[in-house]
């Protein structure tokens, strides 16, 4: 029986689709180790949003073989799909597996092809693979693949191809499924599931309703463009008992102009209008977003814009990075680069305001009641934490394990030394 190690890198998607990989595998006679030292494989499940995923793939990779000059290499995912038989040239990397092929790995190291990534932008059909990991409290459902947009500094759509969906049925199966097996939450997963439907002629909100009426468990929404969450669905999602009220919005910038050159068909006034409704129809709903700090062209005041924008937000939380140049993007040919050194200070600024706006998010819900779902794992005090509806993890002041996977209802009290805590209602 070999035995592997994976790392899976980046977004929910390919956390998803190291899962995966790893059932994959374990059904097929091969052994997960924790250390690369016991591995007979090293699995690397690579993301290539930016130059420093890329150039941590490559680290990783070489690090693998100085530990363990035996091992067998293969780096999967998008680095993986967007550079392809190239990558074969180091002589640390022994396989190249594409995005559609690794989620059948067992099948592909059972082929003595060192190259195997067919043309992703050729695929139709969304690949109906069930994750069946138990381990975990919220199971996580992929129901979409593939990009159709082209913002001018993403390389995603070139290493997932065309946006292909699952159907409704195979979602609302998989959900009941979940169920079954005790799951209380599911976490609606994809590259950017607001394209949902969009193959077949339906839209998001024809499968939400689906899972309102033919599910019986939680659920959250994966990232979303602003355009994309119509009044209708906050109207729908307002009235649902089953919705997380967790909104992440794919904003990345605050700055009309930095929009139009990246290719985002929105403006800064309508998504700011559109988080004070969110924040007005749902109890303190959690409102994450993305954004890239120095973009090609993005001038000081353009940034000063874009920051003063964001603080007046209603936004919960930032996430944020500084732009990388992507090449095969439009941004990668522009003349007017901002220096790297300046892309980071200005990331640390927004990081900066994320942090502070967290924070009064958190003071905004101590001594409200909620309800939580109750992690499988404790913390290593043993006291039991989990999840708000609006994602906020709580440590709370009980080690009562018969309370694990269900939900209760708690109050949260206080904010400590970097952590949440509450009490149960019992």
Known sequence: MKKYYIHSMGCKSNQFEGSIIKENLNKNRYEEVKNIEDADIYILNSCSVTHKSDNEAMYLLRNAKHKNPNIINILTGCVAQIEKEKLLENDFI?????????????????????????????????????????????????????CDNRCSYCIIPFARGKSRSADIDFIIEQINNFSKHGFKEVVLTGIHIGQWGKDFGRELLDLLKEIETRTDIR???????????????????????????????????????????????YKV????????????????PFLGSDIITGFAGETNEDFDISVNNLRKSGLTQIHTFPYSIREGTVGAN????????IRQQRAEIVKTLSSIKFREFIDKNIGKTAEILIEKHPDKNGCLKGVTKNYLTVTLNSNDKSLINSIQKIKITKFENGKLYGELFL
């Open 269 to 284: 006034e309508d998504y700011l209008a559109q988080i004070e409704k969110i924040n007005s129809m749902f109890d303190l």
């Open 94 to 146: 022994d396989f190249v597996i594409g995005n559609d092929e690794k989620l059948d790995m067992s099948k592909v190291l059972s082929i003595d092809l060192k190259c195997q990534t067919s043309d992703i932008m050729t695929l139709k059909d969304f690949n109906k693979i069930v994750l069946e990991d138990m381990t975990k409290t919220r199971a996580s459902l992929k129901i979409q693949d593939g």
């Open 334 to 341: 522009a003349e007017n680069q901002v220096p790297e050194n």
């Open 219 to 265: 659920y959250r929404l994966g990232s979303l463009n602003p355009l994309e969450i119509t009044d209708e669905m906050l109207e729908f999602l307002q009235k649902s008992d089953k919705f997380c009220p967790h909104f992440h919005l794919s904003l990345q910038s605050a700055c009309n102009k930095t929009l139009k050159s990246m290719n985002r068909f």
